[in-house]
């Protein structure tokens, strides 16, 4: 039986690594009776990280997902990993879960990691609130991560219930909203009571304060809540989840995962009060055929409109693609066109429990469920009806902040290492492969070493194939700063018809990204027109190898203004070889210099720490552009040379013990200074030299 869209929840859980998200799915999932066992990372039990790479990791790696059915309906829970290498996959959960739960490890608090992903669900404008997860630790208190997360995230985070207890007498929950107290037995199960009389004033408290914070969420509530002092219980329903369906209000729960304390009331807590796909805002899509946005209400009378967030690829099993139906009705043998690919055909359709599936017969809108067979669909593809097809909005994935030479052991396997990379890519957008032929070396651009380590797993378990990797070279480029004229002459007789080329040249500067420009400005027909875009050849080939350090030359102006011909001998070869030869030539008495690329980039950092970061970045030749707190981290923004960036990732998280991270992404490039270029023009000589 396909559920209903009022029945369905999407609940995504995103967080810090070491927060407990997989083991709070666990919990939910166990709570859920999904399974008849509470899973345990380090054993390799849980339903979530079921992969090899993760079980040997002890780690989340990928997104997945858990089906639970629960009262009348059920929630589909996205369990995204914590670490910021696999941050595509945290996109991808966002982009379809429907409320975010921010798991915060009770004994650290908001940490980088939730402060980063939290950025991106403020900015898909989801509906969120927050689970203080291992309360059952020792040295742990929620008041003071209450306090952390309201630093962080502001006054509209407010408690929704309070713990009964702390560290190892941590056994339930006060339920503000029914002002209820529920403990919870060994296997999870709820036993409602009344608030012990030590904890009655302050749930009171905790009440009003929580009241207080839903009535500004809504005009009408606060003229009410002003008048009588309060809300009635009718107006607190309506008002939390209208406040938490718009995000003017982030609840707070408190849990602790591995004693299954509170996964149930989380569950009642996302079913009764976080908005179903339908209540959510509407998604924006773009019509295929006429270019213009258009709105994709969730409704499962509406021609069908079909993301496809995530491909699982897994040996002897064959690609499996995560998708969910933001409008429509699917079913098994319904014809759709994949508005990037081509047509396909809707096979046989799944639910999602970690690894184990559920084959159903058709979902409707709102709903996520997994598709197999299909020819041609990857990650980031819209499914549609040949009557409406629209491009679905994919996430903008950050830009890779690692990148490694990366060559196969064995000859011969440089295709397979290409092939192999391009099929995991399916699964993981967040990474790139380049062939650079003027660095000739293929470059892997990633989010990260643990993720970088992970693909190198993959290549050589999944595919076969071995590879080792190196320091990738940095593309710096060459340009000049003066302005020179110069002849470029080519003459050679050696019996026969002869070769002659003749044309002089002007070599100017030109501003900074500019790129090439070729002038004409011969007059009188000294050099005939058709020989002249042999010129410009000549020039653009010379344009390759700069004398400095062997880079691509930029940024330079040339004009062809004299020259002269030979009725016989002249040719475009001639001129070609003319023009390279003068450019040579003029380049090196037009001040050359040599150009790096430089990028920007942003650290989060909690405060401890930023002087050591700050001090690190002008070590690597930065400059510090300004700085800003965000809580009780610091969000630091500089420009850094490319060339010391190499395993910046590693050495920042060392230095902040593994609490900083960063973006970067390309500005401009700038001379590089004298010692750098001694250094690379020697290099250079050397290389030639050597052959």
């Known amino acids: 039986m396909t559920m209903t869209t009022d029945k369905i929840r999407n609940l995504g859980l995103i967080g810090q690594r070491g927060a407990g998200k997989t083991t709070l799915a666990e919990a939910m999932a166990y709570s859920a009776g999904v399974t008849n066992r509470l899973g345990v990372i380090t054993d390799g039990t849980t339903l979530s990280d079921y992969t090899d790479e993760e079980k040997s990791r002890q780690t989340s790696l990928n997104l997945s997902l858990l089906r639970c059915p629960w009262k009348s309906g059920k929630i589909n829970i996205v369990d995204m990993p914590g670490h910021m290498d696999f941050t595509g996959d945290v996109l991808a959960g966002?982009?379809?879960?429907?409320?975010?739960?921010?798991?915060?490890?009770?004994?650290?608090?908001?940490?980088?990691?939730?402060?980063?992903?939290?950025?991106y669900v403020e900015k898909d404008n989801k509906p969120a609130f927050f689970i203080v997860?291992?309360?059952?630790?020792?040295?742990?208190?929620?008041?003071?991560?209450?306090?952390?997360?309201?630093?962080?995230?502001?006054?509209?985070?407010?408690?929704?219930?309070?713990?009964?207890?702390?560290?190892?007498?941590?056994?339930?929950?006060?339920?503000?909203?029914?002002?209820?107290?529920?403990?919870?037995?060994?296997?999870?199960?709820?036993?409602?009571?009344?608030?012990?009389a030590d904890l009655k004033d302050d749930a009171d408290a905790a009440?009003?304060?929580?009241?207080?914070?839903?009535?500004?969420?809504?005009?009408?509530l606060l003229e009410k809540f002003f008048e009588a002092g309060t809300l009635s219980d009718e107006d607190l329903l309506t008002g939390l989840k209208s406040g938490i369906a718009k995000g003017g209000f982030y609840p707070i729960l408190a849990a602790a995962a591995t004693s299954n304390i509170g996964a149930s009331s989380l569950l009642d807590f996302t079913f009764d009060y976080a908005p179903s796909p339908a209540e959510v805002p509407v998604l924006k899509a773009v019509d295929d055929d006429t270019e213009k946005e258009i709105e994709i209400p969730c409704k499962s009378a509406d021609p069908v409109a079909v993301y496809v967030f995530k491909i699982i690829s897994e040996q002897h099993v064959g690609d499996l693609a995560l998708a969910k139906v933001f409008a429509g009705t699917i079913k098994s043998g319904v014809d759709v066109v994949n508005v990037q690919k081509g047509n396909e055909r809707i096979g046989q359709m799944f639910e999602i429990i970690g690894k184990d599936r559920k084959e159903i017969d058709g979902a409707e809108a709102g709903d996520i469920v997994a598709l197999?067979?299909?020819?041609?669909?990857?990650?980031?593809?819209?499914?549609?009806?040949?009557?409406?097809?629209?491009?679905?909005?994919?996430?903008?994935?950050?830009?890779?902040?690692?990148?490694?030479?990366?060559?196969?052991?064995?000859?011969?396997?440089?295709?397979?290492?290409?092939?192999?990379?391009?099929?995991?890519?399916?699964?993981?957008?967040?990474?790139?492969?380049?062939?650079?032929?003027?660095?000739?070396?293929?470059?892997?651009?990633?989010?990260?070493?643990?993720?970088?380590d992970l693909l190198v797993e993959k290549l050589k378990n999944r595919f076969g194939v071995e590879v080792d990797l190196d320091r990738p070279r940095i593309p710096y480029r060459e340009t000049i700063k003066g302005t020179t004229e110069i002849q470029g002459k080519y003459k050679k007789?050696?019996?026969?018809?002869?070769?002659?080329?003749?044309?002089?040249?002007?070599?100017?500067p030109l501003d900074r990204g500019v790129g090439f420009e070729f002038a004409d400005e011969i007059k009188g027909g000294v050099i005939p027109g058709k020989f002249v875009p042999s010129v410009e050849k000549g020039v653009v080939e010379a344009m390759l190898e700069g004398g400095l350090c062997g880079a691509q030359v930029v940024d330079v102006k040339v004009t062809v203004y004299f020259g002269s011909f030979h009725a016989v001998d002249s040719s475009d070869m001639a001129f070609k070889v003319a023009a390279s030869m003068g450019f040579k030539d003029g380049y090196i008495k037009s001040k050359p210099i040599i150009l790096e690329p430089i990028f920007n980039i942003t650290v989060f950092a909690p405060d401890e720490f930023t002087g050591d970061v700050m001090g690190d970045i002008s070590s690597r030749r930065g400059k510090i552009i300004g700085m800003e707190p965000v809580g009780r981290m610091q969000r630091i923004r500089g420009s850094v040379p490319q060339s010391e960036l190499y395993k910046y990732s590693v050495d920042l998280r060392s230095m902040s013990q593994g609490q900083a991270v960063y973006t970067r992404d390309f500005s401009h490039y700038e001379e590089v200074p004298h010692d750098v270029s001694s250094k690379l023009k020697e290099e250079y000589q050397t290389s030639k030299q050597e052959g």
């Open 94 to 119: 966002i982009a379809v879960a429907d409320t975010i739960g921010v798991v915060i490890n009770a004994g650290g608090g908001v940490e980088v990691g939730t402060l980063q992903f939290f950025h």
């Open 133 to 196: 997860n291992r309360l059952d630790k020792e040295n742990t208190d929620f008041d003071k991560n209450v306090a952390s997360i309201q630093e962080a995230f502001g006054s509209k985070a407010v408690p929704v219930n309070l713990p009964i207890g702390k560290a190892n007498d941590f056994k339930g929950i006060i339920d503000l909203i029914k002002m209820k107290a529920i403990t919870f037995d060994d296997k999870g199960k709820q036993t409602p009571g009344d608030i012990p």
């Open 207 to 220: 009440r009003e304060k929580m009241i207080e914070s839903i009535a500004e969420t809504n005009d009408d």
């Open 372 to 452: 197999v067979k299909l020819k041609d669909t990857h990650s980031g593809n819209s499914l549609c009806l040949k009557s409406r097809k629209v491009v679905l909005p994919i996430p903008d994935y950050p830009e890779p902040v690692m990148d490694m030479a990366i060559r196969p052991k064995a000859k011969g396997d440089d295709e397979k290492m290409g092939l192999a990379l391009n099929k995991l890519g399916e699964s993981d957008p967040t990474f790139k492969m380049v062939q650079d032929p003027a660095l000739k070396q293929t470059l892997l651009f990633g989010q990260g070493p643990t993720q970088v």
């Open 493 to 508: 007789q050696s019996g026969g018809r002869g070769q002659y080329g003749d044309c002089w040249l002007r070599l100017s």
